[in-house]
């Protein structure tokens, strides 16, 4: 192959160098940019509609051509004599010759876990710096464009780094480690495996010291950024310092690391340290070594739940596959539990599967811990979940807080004690209170909230008094130093004495420490003024918190007075009786569980009617906002905005179709909030909710709202799956009727979508074209991103390779402008599929790796790479790779109940057994997927086409015809779930150990 007329160096500062080794300039940052984008590009070249869009976004469509015209002409004079070598341009597109162009990039990419090390040593080699480094762009779209690939660039980098590193700890290598360890820190701090493999370099020199300092930079680097300690691998490194050098000089496992989850944990970053913990956090973590289930019990307000944080917080790095918190506070529907679970984890239900099926299938071969957080009442279901999980992965292990035990079996309880307080306060001196770990509590507590508090002869016995009073429960110790900024220390344990006698009197029959804080919520409620006793009681009604805003709307009204409802808020803040979570746009306050169960009970006791009403109310004009704000909001901003109020949403849809309730209002809340259910893939609960809905419907109800209904029964991206044809042309027909423009586009692609196979394409295009007519008029949205792609899909479909690329290249260019991450993704996947529908085979893989490695896409759509991938990879050769690719995205698709994804990877799983000699298995499994598209609700595209072909004609070279149909006949009479575990048997015929 000739040698390539221009090397592009992309990463670090820019640089362009002819294969004669002159430099050329272009001095124009925006003809550099042009380069860098087609060299990235699968296939090197684009259109030039995108490049219009790109790189002026904020001019009209004829000024961009204009522009880009221009910036050709420049560029082709500082080519020179190698402009016709180089660049291919016509009036619809501007490529690079095939080979003429190389970049640094080009190598970094293509590298995979399992590249020689030389391959990989070359690799890391290219990464000079940041992707354009020193380049700066007004355009919004263009400079977007250059932050997202610079931070995608850097990941691959770091991953490429991990892999060297990784081989030459398998290798022994372990000085050579050192400058690429090195390096590896400098690009990214947080990179514990560059870390790691410094450590063990200065341990195979002899230079323990130095190691053991490095491990001191890693933990105070880790504890800094990200409040985490070094993981078990890491620590363990720090021993060996006083071990024999020569164990490092084994192997080291070496991970596939490229389908790991990006996150490690989604604990709450807590405001305050845990005081006084220790003992009780060692004893917890060395009941997690021995037990699998371990409950935390206590009363209310005991600290079970930070308990469980901060031990969670120690084990980080623990776990291969993360830690997560999963809170039942605010779920009042017990068979919700599932779903809980499952939004924890980001795993999607769908269809008509249990949630906790979904669950199960996507933990079965995970490692992690889960921590169910105020199971007490869900404590039947909390349970069931518990046995479950623990029968159906072997790898998970539970931290559980409730009041009581879940009573499962191998279940070890360990009840969380009250803080220590001395029995004796009245002469008590500061040295020794402040042995005690209640008094260690109030004093931190105290100096953060009063200026000049310090624990002194003067204040000592009554801080103390007050811990013994309060039985050491750390809530009980928040309420009182609550109070402080009202009265001194001495008065409030005076007043805490005298209240204490009057109201333990009348509970002598409930539990001490149950007493002690209803004794303590009954004080502190007392203390309150009259107006902010009501609005305690009020703020019952959130069950997901509330904001300034919420609140004024949904809980004002005399004698809570909107324009103190700030400074009402503040004042319960202040006395601990509310929290409030700074880390989100908006401030959001929250009663803490116990506190809210209270301030219910008081509400009745009052006999007040509750907000839900209002609240449900509130909630539709919200989510009224959020529909019309959704097509063009970057998504990643529109979640910020609206999934705090999921618990809210779903506590007020529970209430308004239930018997007190108002369907009126639950019908037209469950129209409006459907995109949240989507965004979140919560497919379950949307389709109970948007069933429910229609059952509630109305005569009088307004077309807009059922249409929504019938929207939520249908998918974007599912093309060829007929079943939901039927919603689509329902909501075609209401969104007519009711002037709805926008919706009408999105309903007719959905409709063409439903409808669009390899047989059906002429069946489809009239709806996509109708709706690209609807929609283009509006400007760049979600619905128009959609339409353009599947109008894409429907050329590739019909054999227009170079149609396809320019629609699904405008559909790319859209989701860019508006922010939309998951269309992004979708759009990646797609010119995957056209590079591997022309015969670019690597460039598929690579483009599908890049979308996979990336973080724009969501569990269905990695479930749906994977596939792909499998099929390229088997195309290409390389049968290992796609056994472990489509394994993957059989798991990720069983967890999701996605039954064509559970066919499409198991046809290539079918291949894989046959090419490995199980033609039998693989005839079954061939058996099962015909049966399945033989009822018309799904077909096979170019990549399972592709894969099926190869896998009839090898069964008919390997099975005689008699033997080959009385399997497929076999196969045919699988369930899912037997087809399922019969692939899963062939994935593991080539996968790593």
């Not at 333990?504 to 804080?517: S, V």
């Amino acid at each position: 192959m000739d040698a390539p007329h221009l090397y592009l160096r992309l990463l670090g500062p820019f640089e362009a160098r002819a294969n004669d080794g002159r430099r050329l300039a272009f001095k124009l940052k925006r003809a550099r940019i042009l380069l860098a984008w087609l060299a990235l590009r699968r296939g090197q070249s684009g259109s030039r509609e995108e490049i219009g869009a790109l790189l002026w976004s904020e001019r009209s469509e004829a000024q961009a051509h204009q522009s880009l015209r221009q910036t050709l002409a420049v560029s082709r004079v500082e080519l020179a004599e190698l402009a016709d070598k180089i660049l291919g341009i016509d009036r619809e597109t501007v490529a690079f010759t095939p080979g003429a162009v190389q970049s640094d990039v080009g190598l970094l990419v293509r590298c995979t876990p399992d590249s020689p090390v030389e391959e990989l040593e070359r690799a890391v080699g290219q990464y000079g710096g940041e992707f354009l480094e020193g380049i700066s762009i007004h355009d919004p779209l263009a400079q977007e464009w250059l932050q997202g690939r610079r931070a995608e660039l850097r990941a691959i980098a770091t991953k490429r780094f991990e892999w060297l590193l990784s081989a030459y700890a398998q290798a022994g290598r372990h000085a050579e480690a050192e400058p690429v360890a090195t390096r590896l820190i400098e690009i990214d701090p947080l990179a514990e495996e560059g870390h790691r493999a410094l450590i063990r370099a200065l341990l195979a020199g002899g230079k323990r010291a130095m190691a053991v300092r490095q491990y001191q930079r890693c933990r105070a680097i880790l504890a800094r950024e990200l409040s985490v300690e070094p993981s078990a691998e890491t620590k363990a490194l720090l021993r060996m310092a006083a071990e024999p050098v020569a164990e490092l000089g084994g192997p080291a496992p070496f991970l596939h690391e490229q389908f790991r989850p990006h996150r490690a944990h989604n604990l709450p970053r807590q405001m305050n340290a845990l005081v006084g913990r220790d003992t009780a956090v060692g004893e917890v973590l060395d009941r997690l070594r021995r037990y699998r289930l371990v409950t935390l019990t206590g009363p209310g307000g005991a600290g079970k739940t930070r308990l469980a944080i901060d031990t969670g917080f120690r084990l980080v790095g623990s776990y291969a596959d993360g830690i997560w918190l999963v809170e039942f506070a605010s779920i009042a529907d017990p068979q919700l539990v599932g779903e809980a679970l499952c939004g924890a984890l980001g795993v999607p239900v769908a269809g008509d599967r249990p949630a906790v099926e979904s669950a199960i299938a996507y933990l079965a071969q995970k490692e992690a811990l889960l921590i169910f957080d105020n199971c007490e009442h869900l404590v039947a279901n909390s349970a069931r979940l518990a046995e479950a999980l623990l029968r159906n992965c072997p790898s998970i292990a539970i931290l559980a807080t409730s009041r009581e035990s879940l009573s499962v079996g191998g279940e070890s309880l360990y009840r969380v004690p009250r803080l220590a307080f001395p029995a004796d306060t009245e002469v008590i001196t500061p040295d020794a209170a402040i042995d005690y770990s209640a008094v260690q509590l109030f004093v931190e507590r105290a100096a953060a909230t009063i200026d000049g508090f310090v624990l002194d002869a003067s204040t000592a016995p009554a801080v103390a008094s007050i811990c013994r009073q309060v039985d050491g429960i750390p809530l009980a110790i928040e309420l009182a130093v609550g109070r402080l900024k009202m009265m001194r220390p001495d008065w409030l344990a005076a007043n805490l004495s005298e209240s204490f006698l009057t109201l333990r009197g009348a509970a002598q029959a409930t539990p001490p420490h149950h007493r002690t804080l209803q004794t303590m919520l009954d004080w502190s409620y007392d203390l309150l003024p009259p107006v902010e006793q009501t609005l305690l009681r009020r703020l019952s009604v959130f069950a997901g918190g509330c904001t300034l805003t919420s609140a004024a709307r949904v809980i004002g009204g005399s004698p809570v007075g909107e324009h103190d409802m700030f400074d009402l808020l503040s004042s319960l803040v202040e006395k601990s009786l509310l929290t409030a979570d700074l880390s989100e746009a908006e401030p959001r306050y929250r009663l803490l569980e116990t506190t809210r169960r209270y301030a219910m009970d008081k509400q009745r006791e009052k006999g007040e009617p509750g907000r839900q009403r209002q609240l449900a109310e509130y909630l539709i004009h919200r989510f009224a906002d959020a529909g019309e704000s959704w097509p063009a909001t970057p998504t990643v901003t529109w979640l910020a905005r609206y999934e705090p109020e999921l618990d809210n949403l779903r506590a007020s849809l529970e209430w308004a179709f239930g018997s007190d309730g108002d369907a009126v209002l639950g019908v037209e809340l469950a129209g409006h909030s459907m995109r949240l259910w989507d965004e979140l893939s919560l497919f379950r609960e949307r389709k109970r909710w948007t069933e429910t809905a229609m059952a509630h419907r109305q005569a009088d109800t307004p077309p807009a709202i059922v249409g929504r209904l019938c929207l939520a029964r249908t998918s974007n991206s599912a093309h060829g799956d007929q079943s939901g044809f039927s919603y689509a042309d329902q909501a075609v027909q209401l969104f007519r009727t009711s002037g709805r423009a926008l919706d009408l586009g999105e309903a007719l692609a959905r409709a063409g979508a439903a409808l669009l196979t390899p047989q059906t394409i002429a069946k489809s295009l009239p709806y996509l074209d109708d709706a690209l007519a609807a929609l283009e008029p509006m400007g760049p949205t979600k619905p128009l991103a959609n339409c353009l792609r599947s109008k894409g899909v429907a050329a590739y479909l019909g054999g227009d390779f170079s149609a396809a690329r320019t629609l699904i290249g405008r559909s790319m260019a859209v989701c860019r402008s508006v922010g939309d991450s998951r269309g992004t993704a979708s759009a990646q996947i797609a010119l995957a599929e056209l590079d591997f529908g022309a015969g670019k085979v690597e460039d598929a893989i690579d483009g599908v790796r890049l979308m996979l490695e990336g973080r724009d896409h969501n569990r269905r759509q990695a479930t749906l790479g994977l596939a792909n991938l499998a099929s390229y990879l088997l195309a290409a050769g390389n049968v290992e790779q796609a056994a472990q690719a489509a394994f993957e995205s059989l798991r990720e698709a069983r967890a999701l109940g996605w039954s064509g994804a559970i066919v499409r990877a198991g046809e290539h799983l079918a291949l894989v057994a046959t090419l490995s000699g199980d033609a039998d298995l693989g005839a079954r499994l061939l058996g099962f997927s015909s049966a399945f598209y033989a009822r018309g609700t799904a077909s096979r595209e170019l990549t399972e086409q592709v894969t099926h072909q190869r896998l009839s004609d090898e069964l008919a070279r390997r099975l005689t015809p008699y033997r080959l149909n009385a399997l497929l006949e076999e196969g045919a009479t699988l369930t899912e779930l037997q087809a399922a575990e019969a692939a899963s048997q062939a994935g593991r015929m080539l996968r790593p150990v």
